[in-house]
């Protein structure tokens, strides 16, 4: 079983829909979760780090289940210039370890 | 503010031919990362270094080799480069933010082609 398992995608919804992206995580240690943003040809870039009590941000929503070692991204009114490829992370540590990345969701908002 | 900055942005190799990537990062993080993207298979790590004159392998090494040379740079080499090597190149680093965990900062990748 991967770390991190994603979604597969791609997603392809309208504008002002809601979508939803999950991903799962294998290691029960597992301490820091973030949903990372990478557009096309782009590097990643943080999106939202996700705590334990979840957490908004504008249009953004993320969740945390640890008993089901679980994780959520939902976007709400989804925009045009919300079309890219997201990815999620854990860390086991909240130290300097290396990051594990999720090999992500792609969405396609479209007019 | 550059972040973290990587050198070259495009490259083409030959079959056998060495080259080395340079990354460096001027916000005083204590590691530094060294992932490949290929389609398909997301990223994956190929080294890393956790501090200054420590580095360690990730789940990629084979074919590739590092140095960090001091806080700042941390750069990949290979040494005879292969088709399968060919791949778009990040180098990341993070910083502790104590309780809510690292975030990650990339550079803008190296796309590199082995002919």
């Known amino acids: 079983r991967k770390e991190v398992e994603q979604d597969p995608g791609p997603f392809n919804v309208p504008e002002g829909a809601t979508v939803a992206f999950n991903c799962t995580y294998s290691?029960?240690?597992?301490?820091?979760f973030f949903w990372y943003r990478q557009d096309c040809r782009k590097e990643p870039k943080l999106l939202m780090s996700?705590?334990?009590s979840g957490n908004e941000d504008g249009r953004f929503t993320a969740q945390l289940n640890r008993a089901s070692q679980y994780i959520s991204l939902l976007i709400r009114d989804s925009k045009l210039s919300d079309s890219a490829t997201y990815l999620c992370?854990?860390?086991?540590?909240?130290?300097?370890?290396?990051?594990?990345f999720g090999k992500g969701t792609r969405l396609s908002v479209i007019a | 503010n550059a972040g973290v900055t990587q050198t070259p942005k495009f490259q083409v190799l030959k079959t056998g031919q060495s080259m080395t990537l340079q990354c460096a990062q001027d916000?005083?993080?204590?590691?530094m990362y060294w992932y490949r993207q290929d389609p398909g298979m997301g990223l994956r790590l190929i080294y890393y270094?956790?501090?200054?004159?420590?580095?360690d392998k990730g789940e990629v090494p084979n074919g590739y080799n590092v140095s960090r040379l001091n806080k700042r740079e941390f750069s990949l080499r290979l040494e005879s480069a292969a088709p399968s090597q060919t791949s778009v190149y990040f180098c990341?680093?993070?910083?502790?933010?104590?309780?809510?965990?690292?975030?990650?900062?990339f550079g803008q990748g190296t796309r590199l082609t082995v002919v």
């Open positions: 290691n029960s240690a597992s301490q820091s």
């Open positions: 996700v705590y334990s």
């Open positions: 992370v854990v860390n086991i540590y909240s130290g300097n370890t290396p990051l594990v």
């Open positions: 990341a680093s993070t910083q502790d933010r104590g309780l809510w965990g690292t975030e990650a900062f």
């Open positions: 916000m005083n993080h204590n590691s």
């Open positions: 270094s956790a501090s200054e004159g420590t580095t």
